[in-house]
């Protein structure tokens, strides 16, 4: 897991859109997550070497679009 630490639990999002026409549109989002913190222990590949990791992840995202249907 420490590789690839997707470990967020928490999040918020919010998003707007407008409608400029009947159709054309711009969209808007926000998205938080949360920090969260994730920790083990083992051993290195000779097995005895004692080794504790830590890892934290938060992560923001921003969203605009421009959609049109036809």
């Known amino acids: 897991v420490i590789g690839f630490p997707a470990i ?3 999040h918020l999002t919010v998003g707007l859109g407008y ?6 549109s711009l969209n808007f989002g926000y998205m ?4 969260n ?6 051993t290195l590949p000779d097995g005895t ?3 504790e990791l830590e890892s934290n992840l938060s ?8 959609a049109w249907r036809f």
């Open 19 to 24: 409608a400029i026409t009947k159709n054309v």
């Open 8 to 10: 967020v639990e928490h």
């Open 32 to 35: 938080h997550a949360f920090e």
């Open 49 to 51: 070497t004692p080794v």
């Open 37 to 42: 913190k994730l920790k083990s222990s083992g």
């Open 59 to 66: 992560e923001d995202a921003i969203d605009f679009s421009f």
